[in-house]
C-alpha cells in the first residue's frame, strides 16, 4: 500500500519513527513533507499529504502534528477524506472498520513512542465493515458535507 505521510514542524520530531514504522510493515511511503523542524502551517501539509489520498497517488494518509487535533480538523474539511484521531491502536482500527477512515492523525506531543508501530499496524491492516448498517451511518456521515450553513 501506498501511504502519504504529512507533519508540521510540530510532528516533525515524530515523523521519521513513523516513516520507518510504515516501511517496517511492508508499505511505501510518500513523504508530504515537512522536511525540518522549521516552522509550517498545519492546514498546508495536511491538504497536501491528503491530496494524494484524493488523487489516487496514496491509498491512505497519517498526518502527524503536536497534538492531531489541528490535522484532524483540517482533514475532515477536505471532501473524500475521513480522519480519525489516533493515539492508540484500537481507534486506529475502528476508525477504518466502521468509518471508512482514509487518514489517520496522531499528536507527536501525545502518543507513546511505543505504540506508533502498534497503532499505524492496526490503521494499514484495517479493512471496511463494508455491511448494510456501516454503509448507511457513512453515507450519512458524507451527506453532511452537502448541509448548508445555517445561521
Known sequence: MKVA??????GFPLK?????????????????????GDPVDFPDITR?????????TAERAVLVCGTGQGAVMAANKLP??????????????????HDDA??????AWLVPHA????ILREFLDAVFDDDE???????????????PPSL
Open 5 to 10: 505521510l504529512g507533519a508540521d514542524h510540530a
Open 16 to 36: 521519521e519513527a513513523v516513516r520507518r514504522a510504515i516501511e517496517a510493515l511492508g508499505h511505501e511511503v510518500i513523504d508530504c513533507g515537512t522536511y525540518s
Open 48 to 56: 497536501s499529504t491528503c491530496e494524494a489520498v484524493l488523487g489516487g
Open 80 to 97: 473524500g477524506i475521513r480522519c480519525g484521531l489516533a493515539h492508540e491502536p484500537y481507534s486506529a482500527h475502528q476508525a477504518v472498520e
Open 102 to 107: 482514509n487518514a489517520i492523525a496522531m499528536g
Open 115 to 118: 505504540l506508533v508501530p502498534d
Open 133 to 147: 448498517e456501516t454503509r448507511r451511518r457513512v453515507a450519512k456521515l458524507n451527506a453532511l458535507d452537502e448541509l
